[in-house]
T-cell receptor, first 114, second 115 residues
Framework: GQNIDQPTEMTATEGAIVQINCTYQTSGFNGLFWYQQHAGEAPTFLSYNVLDGLEEKGRFSSFLSRSKGYSYLLLKELQMKDSASYLCAVRDVVVTGGGNKLTFGTGTQLKVEL | GAVVSQHPSWVICKSGTSVKIECRSLDFQATTMFWYRQFPKQSLMLMATSNEGSKATYEQGVEKDKFLINHASLTLSTLTVTSAHPEDSSFYIC???????????FGPGTRLTVT
């Protein structure tokens, strides 16, 4: 099974940097994803890590340490539109059922203020 | 990029009736699709994994007779909520996994309200 933890809420200032942490415990690991979700909308893909280290994509970076069961999402130069829920999701290896499953954390609601 | 559509985007139904939600991958084939449910201010909870041409795999606690899943083609999966109750009111999101590339794409979601 999966156990994924994230802070419930965070607040940051426009233009600043914020780091959202995610810890996980899993019986099988096949990658970690970060998604952004605005209220009433489906999640949109931000990043994917399967090996240890940092993946950078514009203002967003994501880090993974498999030995520690830990990841973080780093958002730079925060904008008001970055106010959203950020979901950490772990993909496991499913032998039966035909495909890998994504299990989501509870999500971190980020509020960007002026 | 790859697009997944859901229909309807929102639906209101009366308690005791059934509602069907469609999920389509528009420009790729998806052997596997996933159905999630999300209650307000909560995260996505996987309900079932839908496999083309075979039975769906349900997560623990999800009633397979209540949430009927059919994945009849490589681009279409349907979720039917049978004998809906107000507690079934939720945001239902499907996700399709590209058979070739393995990427998983999300649909826009369907908001179900049972009165």
């Amino acid at each position: 099974g999966q156990n994924i933890d994230q802070p419930t809420e965070m607040t940051a200032t426009e233009g600043a940097i914020v780091q959202i942490n995610c810890t996980y415990q899993t019986s099988g690991f096949n990658g970690l994803f970060w998604y952004q979700q605005h209220a009433g909308e489906a999640p949109t893909f931000l990043s994917y890590n399967v090996l240890d280290g940092l993946e950078e994509k514009g203002r967003f970076s994501s880090f993974l340490s498999r030995s520690k069961g830990y990841s973080y999402l780093l958002l730079k130069e925060l904008q008001m539109k970055d106010s959203a829920s950020y979901l950490c999701a772990v993909r496991d290896v499913v032998v039966t059922g035909g495909g890998n499953k994504l299990t989501f954390g509870t999500g971190t609601q980020l509020k960007v203020e002026l | 990029g790859a697009v997944v559509s859901q229909h309807p985007s929102w639906v209101i139904c009366k308690s005791g009736t059934s509602v069907k939600i469609e999920c389509r991958s528009l420009d790729f084939q998806a052997t596997t699709m996933f159905w999630y449910r999300q209650f307000p201010k909560q995260s996505l909870m996987l309900m079932a994994t839908s496999n083309e041409g075979s039975k769906a795999t349900y997560e623990q606690g999800v009633e397979k007779d209540k949430f009927l899943i059919n994945h009849a083609s490589l681009t279409l999966s349907t979720l039917t909520v049978t004998s809906a109750h107000p507690e079934d009111s939720s945001f239902y999101i499907c996700s399709a996994r590209d058979t070739i590339g393995g990427e998983q794409y999300f649909g826009p979601g369907t908001r179900l309200t049972v009165t």
